[in-house]
């Protein structure tokens, strides 16, 4: 899959309100930058192999290997599946953010399905497997859903991805 930039509103019972999220990907690098508002903003890193999440204000870095907002956000998508390691079926695809998307619907995943949720329904793209949207329940009941407003594919600056200087403004080339 080329790099890409994705915009996503998360909304949800659990959020209480909206959340905001610019995922950047690049081969096994990611980071998501999200907000709603002053009191729950923050940027999440992973190279791949460890993850580590700074939240607002403090510009600590902390280990997040067990972080769920980036546990599902790209997977095969002829096999999503076996690969995210959930019981599913196919669903109703549909078009999200320009992009043709399949659908899948999930039931009994604990919480290793997209946001840590248990069940639900979530639609990737048809040609990279980039999820594009789900809508799930966590264990405890709490609804949790996502939709991608924008995708942009392109070089993305590789400082985006150190944790030295992900503070700054993210900046594509």
Do not use: N
């Not at 996503?8 to 659990?14: C, F, R």
């Not at 580590?52 to 546990?71: T, V, Y």
């Amino acid at each position: 899959m080329p790099p890409v930039r994705q915009d996503a509103v998360l909304t949800g019972d659990a959020i209480q309100g909206a959340m905001t999220e610019t995922i950047y990907l690049d081969g096994d690098r990611a980071r998501i930058d999200f907000e709603a508002g002053p009191k729950l903003r923050g940027r999440w890193l992973s190279d791949g192999r460890h993850s580590w999440l700074q939240r607002e204000p403090s510009r600590a870095w902390l280990p997040a290997d067990g972080f769920r907002i980036g546990r599902v956000v790209r997977l095969d998508p002829q096999r999503p599946c076996w690969q995210a390691d959930l019981s599913c079926a196919p669903a109703d695809g549909r078009t999200v953010a320009g992009r043709p998307a399949k659908g899948w619907r999930y039931r009994h995943a604990g919480q290793e399905g997209p946001m840590g949720t248990d069940s639900g329904e979530f639609w990737l793209d048809a040609e990279t497997g980039l999820l594009l949207a789900f809508r799930g329940r966590d264990l405890g009941g709490h609804d949790y859903r996502m939709e991608t407003v924008a995708l942009a594919f392109g070089p993305l600056d590789p400082s985006l991805f150190e944790r030295e200087r992900a503070g700054e403004p993210a900046v594509s080339r």
